[in-house]
């Protein structure tokens, strides 16, 4: 049985017949306290290396957590450099396809105006040779 200290400081042992105090009772109380000490002393030292463990696992989670920082920092910078990079790239594509765009467009002015050009040569040559046959027709009419 564990004695608190307020239990101790009302001990009052037995009084022995010739003014002093019952040797066995107060060996028997003096036992209960060194029991008491003694099992006081051990949940102090369980409790010193509880702490003492909790203190390391605290060191611990705090390294831990300064390497979750870092790396939460890292990804973080990755992440807006990956972006940045991103866009650059869709930049750089969306300029060169509307560069390519822009030859496209070119090449078809260019094909449509050398069509133009071939249309009206050939209606020229139609009509030139329309017109030899038209010229033509009223000579053998005659003839």
């Given amino acids: 049985m564990t004695l608190t200290p ?14 002093g105090y ?18 006081v002393w051990r949940e102090r030292a369980d409790l010193a290396d ?15 957590e300064g390497l979750l920082r870092t790396t939460l920092v890292s990804a973080e910078k990755a992440a807006v450099t990956l972006k940045e990079q991103a866009r650059k790239e869709a930049d750089l594509i969306l300029e060169e396809a509307r560069s390519e765009a822009r030859s ?3 090449h078809a002015r260019a094909d449509h105006d050398r069509l133009l050009g071939e249309v009206r040569r050939m209606r020229s040559l139609l009509r030139s040779a329309l017109a030899l046959v038209d010229d033509e027709a009223p000579e053998e009419k005659a003839a």
């Avoid at 307020?6 to 003014?19: F, I």
């Avoid at 036992?31 to 000490?37: L, N, Q, T």
């Avoid at 509880?50 to 831990?64: F, G, H, S």
């Fill in 22 to 39: 019952d040797r066995d009772a107060v060996d028997r109380l003096l036992d209960e306290i060194v029991a008491s000490f003694e099992d």
């Fill in 50 to 64: 509880k702490v003492e463990q909790l203190e390391n696992d605290l060191i611990r989670y705090r390294e831990i």
């Fill in 104 to 106: 496209i467009t070119r």
């Fill in 6 to 19: 307020v239990e101790l400081r009302h001990v009052k042992p037995p009084k022995a017949l010739l003014g």
